[in-house]
């Protein structure tokens, strides 16, 4: 069992950064990747990135890459989701995700977390 809590969550101007934190409890946490999705008001929920276990690869959806960078320090449990240059269509909850594949599907994560809300004005 994992349990994730996402926190760093909050409201800020666009062109501003927000880091978003995913605490796991559990002691295999570098077994699982870690996906980010998000769920903007009367949208699904979208990916948004992954990370391996070991945390040497990345991959993010197009609409973030260059803006948003995700990393992970197995020691303490944590991925992050650094977002910079934010814009108004970023304005989503945000989860943090763990599954044991490497995939962009929801239906591979294993474990969600309960979100945190970013909320971008212009």
């Known amino acids: 069992q994992v349990q994730l809590v996402e926190s760093g969550g909050g409201s800020v101007q666009a062109g501003g950064s927000l880091r978003l934190s995913c605490a796991a409890s559990?002691?295999?946490?570098?077994?699982?990747?870690m996906g980010w999705f998000r769920q903007a008001p009367g949208k699904p929920r979208e990916y948004v990135g992954r990370i391996t276990g070991s945390g040497y690869y990345t991959y993010y959806t197009d609409s973030v890459k260059g803006r948003f960078t995700i990393s992970r320090d197995n020691a303490k449990n944590i991925v992050y989701l650094q977002m910079n240059s934010l814009k108004p269509e970023d304005t989503a909850l945000y989860y943090c995700?763990?599954?044991?594949?490497?995939?962009?599907?929801?239906?591979?994560?294993?474990?969600w977390g309960q979100g945190t809300q970013v909320t971008v004005s212009s």
């Open positions: 559990g002691r295999t946490f570098s077994d699982y990747t």
């Open positions: 995700a763990a599954g044991r594949t490497w995939s962009t599907a929801e239906a591979t994560y294993d474990y």
